[in-house]
Nanobody, 124 residues
Framework: QVQLVESGGGLVQAGGSLRLSCAAA????????MGWFRQAPGKEREFVAG????????YYADSMKGRFTISRDNAKNTVYLQMNSLKPEDTAVYYC?????????????????WGQGTQVTVSS
């Protein structure tokens, strides 16, 4: 099991930016594909972005393409989510998740290890 701790959330105006971080501990970080998910009140948890173990491959949900960028630093055991041009509909709790399987996955149910989440609120 890998322990994950997110940080960097907060309140931002529409059009602004935030950078989320997720620090991992407990296992070899580079053995895990990493994903960012979000959950708004009353909605299901949804995939935001994912990155492969080496960082060579990334994948985004359609509504995040061009606005969000996922990256990782395996030397620091950390994955990042840079969020630009934020919209009120981006308001949610953002979670990072880890999975050790071969391929990058996009379904929340396929991830076993999760952080506690960080709140992002975008005001209009």
């Amino acid at each position: 099991q890998v322990q994950l701790v997110e940080s960097g959330g907060g309140l931002v105006q529409a059009g602004g930016s935030l950078r989320l971080s997720c620090a991992a501990a407990g296992r070899t970080f580079s053995n895990y594909n990493m994903g960012w998910f979000r959950q708004a009140p009353g909605k299901e948890r949804e995939f935001v972005a994912g990155i492969t173990k080496s960082g060579a491959g990334t994948y985004y949900a359609d509504s995040m393409k061009g606005r969000f960028t996922i990256s990782r630093d395996n030397a620091k055991n950390t994955v990042y989510l840079q969020m630009n041009s934020l919209k009120p509909e981006d308001t949610a709790v953002y979670y990072c998740a880890a999975d050790a399987r071969r391929y990058l996955l996009t379904a929340a149910t396929q991830y076993e290890d999760w952080g506690q989440g960080t709140q992002v609120t975008v005001s209009s």
